[in-house]
């Protein structure tokens, strides 16, 4: 089964960019879509978006589009999130998951999450 | 797809049986709706999905049933462990969406 390591933690001030990597245990990353979920301090979960790391599709969640931008690096089997122009409604636990490409399927595999502080 | 859980919390005793609610904004196949626990500082682990599915080493106490807009979990006998928070999940449209969330407390 493929784990996922999640880079640290990351305090921002208002107005910076975050970008957050997914790293992968198995060296075929292409197997899987790439999904980003955050969760907010004491609230639900959130669904980002996703990517496809074998052509870099990406599709967003409306409420994000023009601020985020995931990419990967095969070589690497690591998926990254940016985000722009923080604020401090985007302080959160940010999770990678994991799915079989080409399927619609749960998310059976996560990360260990990235907490990232937005504050002055 | 909005999904609403309810109740938000419900305290139970060990051993009793936990029923929680899932309902959509529209209908869905239920191949397309997932259930997971949250424990505090942990990631979500998913229970069940694609109706009725348990993941791997989940135990045959958790079940799921419904289909349409209406999606149930159940916990035939609560274990201490048990008490957690749990969220519903549907992937069969874009943007994926989860519920708000149960909180299951020990009574």
């Known amino acids: 089964q493929v784990q996922l390591v999640q880079s640290g933690a990351e305090v921002k001030p208002p107005g910076a960019s975050v970008t957050l990597s997914c790293k992968a245990s198995e060296h075929t990353l292409t197997k899987y879509y790439v999904h980003w979920v955050r969760q907010a301090p004491g609230q639900g979960l959130e669904w980002m978006g996703m990517i496809d790391p074998s052509d870099a599709g990406t599709n967003y969640e409306q409420k994000f589009q023009g601020r985020v931008t995931f990419t990967r690096d095969t070589s690497t089997s690591s998926v990254y999130m940016q985000l722009r122009s923080l604020r401090s409604e985007d302080t959160a636990m940010y999770y990678c998951?994991?799915?079989?490409?080409?399927?619609?399927?749960?998310?059976?595999?996560w990360g260990q999450g990235t907490i990232v502080t937005v504050s002055s | 797809v909005v999904l609403t859980q309810s109740p938000g919390t419900l305290s139970l005793s060990p051993g009793e049986r936990a029923t929680l609610s899932c309902r959509a904004s529209q209908s869905f196949s239920s191949n397309y709706l997932a259930w997971y626990q949250q424990k505090p500082g942990q990631a979500p682990r998913l229970l069940i999905s694609?109706?009725?599915s348990r993941a791997t080493g989940i135990p045959d106490r958790f079940s799921a049933s419904g289909s349409g807009t209406d999606f149930t979990l159940t916990i035939s006998r609560l274990e201490p462990e048990d008490f957690a928070v749990y969220y519903c999940q549907q992937y069969s449209f874009s943007p994926l969406t989860f519920g708000q969330g149960t909180k299951l407390e020990i009574k």
């Open positions: 694609g109706a009725s």
């Open positions: 998951a994991v799915v079989p490409a080409g399927v619609r399927a749960a998310f059976d595999f």
